[in-house]
Each structure stands twice: as C-alpha cells, then as structure tokens.
C-alpha cells in the first residue's frame, strides 16, 4: 500500500518510472540475449504494490491466421496469433481514476494451443517495458551507451520459410480487403518501410519492420470494415 492514500494516479505510475531505469538481459535465445518476463514482472510487481497500483489487461479483438510449411519432409502448421489489448492502470485508493491505454500483441506457436498466452506474455513485458521507458543493455548499465554501436553493427539472421508465410497471408488479407493484386500490396509495403528486397532475403530486424507496418494497415482497415457495417 502506499504511504500516501492521496497520491494521484500519474503520480503513482511517475514514483515506479523513477525506480526502474534498467533491466539485465539475463536469458539467452540462439541468437541474441532478452530480458524475460519473469525479469519485467520481478522488478515491477512489487513497485506496483508498494504504490496502490493495479493493472487490468483485456482483449478487445483478436484475430489467429493459420499457415503450412514443410519441416523435414513432414507438413507443420504455424498460428500466428494477433491481440488487440487495452490496458488499464488503476488507482486502489480511489478506484474510479483510471487510465487506458491501447496495445497490440502477437505470439506465434507450433502446436496452436499456446498461441494465445505467448501473445498476452509478451505483451504485458513490452507494454510494461515501453509504458516506463526501461532501458534493457545486455551488460551493465553505464555500458549502454557504448554498446549501442556495436549491437547496430550486429547482422540479423534472415528470416525464415515460416516467418516469409506467416507474413504472406497478411498481405493475401489486406489485399482483398483493398481489392488490390497480393504482390502489388507486397511491393508497395516494402517500399513503404524503405527497404528494397523480396521477402525471403529479408534479416530478422527488416521483417519486423515490416510486419508492424503491414500489421497496423490490416487493423486500421479491419476498424473500418466494422464501422461501415455498424453505420
């Protein structure tokens, strides 16, 4: 609980962005370090007690593409899995001072049953770490600086056959939401973001890149969709 029951909302959400600046990346992928959820939650949880804080995450839309490709010799399906999400900081002393704020989150899995709770993970890690600006250096923190070079200087991978299919089928939908040909939505979306090279020569940071770009047209088109069915 807190000190003072009379702290505002944003003050509360100021006193935990001044006690969190840095996080460690701590956990290893195959590629790169992260910071793990179990990181962002261990840091901020108790922060958000300590100031009277609750967050209330909820799904306003939703929408799971499937895909197939081929995986030594045999068949494998891949769901990609997209969330629309409001979060909701709310204040315990004074519950009807509220604030909202929009997020979107996406998770990809195998198997499909966990597509859902990889979308809402690292959705509420980023959200958290975007919402108080936590710096996330692989080393220590007076080495962010100097290292920031370095990681720029660092060549992703190229993207997979799954990544390039999973994509594909968002561009097949905003096409035929638009009426348009595929690759003309394609090409157009690649110039869009500035890059000039088909999908399958893309690295691991232009395909993310591009993938929020393609991802924030189809949600805007889908919003329009709804309201000109609901008018």
């Given at each position: 609980?807190?000190?003072?029951?009379?702290?505002?909302l944003y003050q509360r959400l100021a006193n935990v962005h001044k006690a969190v600046s840095y996080l460690k990346k701590n956990q290893s992928g195959r590629q790169y370090s992260y910071?793990?959820?179990?990181?962002?939650?261990?840091?901020?949880?108790?922060?958000?007690?300590?100031?009277?804080?609750?967050?209330?995450?909820?799904?306003?839309?939703?929408?799971?593409?499937?895909?197939?490709?081929?995986?030594?010799?045999?068949?494998?399906?891949?769901y990609f899995t997209e969330l629309d999400m409001t979060m909701t900081w709310v204040n315990i002393d004074n519950p009807q001072e509220k604030l909202e704020s929009h997020w979107y989150?996406?998770?990809?899995?195998?198997?499909?049953?966990?597509?859902?709770?990889?979308?809402?993970?690292?959705?509420?890690?980023?959200?958290?770490?975007?919402?108080?600006?936590?710096?996330?250096?692989?080393?220590?923190?007076?080495?962010?600086?100097?290292?920031?070079?370095?990681?720029?200087?660092?060549?992703?991978?190229?993207?997979?056959?799954?990544?390039?299919?999973?994509?594909?089928?968002?561009?097949?939908?905003?096409?035929?939401?638009?009426?348009?040909?595929?690759?003309?939505?394609?090409?157009?979306?690649?110039?869009?973001?500035?890059?000039?090279?088909?999908?399958?020569?893309?690295?691991?940071?232009?395909?993310?890149?591009?993938?929020?770009?393609?991802?924030?047209?189809?949600?805007?088109?889908?919003?329009?969709?709804?309201?000109?069915?609901?008018?």
């Amino acid at each position: 609980m807190t000190e003072n029951n009379d702290l505002s909302l944003y003050q509360r959400l100021a006193n935990v962005h001044k006690a969190v600046s840095y996080l460690k990346k701590n956990q290893s992928g195959r590629q790169y370090s992260y910071v793990g959820s179990s990181d962002v939650l261990g840091q901020l949880h108790g922060l958000i007690d300590e100031n009277g804080l609750l967050l209330l995450p909820s799904i306003t839309d939703h929408n799971v593409t499937a895909s197939t490709d081929e995986n030594h010799g045999k068949q494998r399906v891949t769901y990609f899995t997209e969330l629309d999400m409001t979060m909701t900081w709310v204040n315990i002393d004074n519950p009807q001072e509220k604030l909202e704020s929009h997020w979107y989150a996406q998770g990809v899995d195998i198997a499909g049953e966990k597509g859902v709770g990889k979308a809402l993970t690292y959705g509420e890690k980023y959200f958290l770490l975007k919402f108080f600006n936590i710096a996330t250096d692989q080393d220590d923190p007076d080495a962010f600086q100097n290292k920031t070079e370095q990681t720029k200087a660092d060549m992703p991978r190229v993207v997979s056959k799954t990544q390039v299919t999973v994509i594909t089928k968002i561009f097949e939908q905003v096409a035929k939401t638009h009426g348009a040909d595929t690759e003309m939505v394609i090409a157009n979306s690649i110039k869009q973001v500035g890059l000039n090279k088909p999908l399958n020569q893309l690295n691991t940071s232009e395909y993310g890149k591009l993938l929020n770009y393609i991802s924030s047209v189809k949600a805007k088109l889908e919003k329009k969709t709804q309201k000109e069915q609901t008018a």
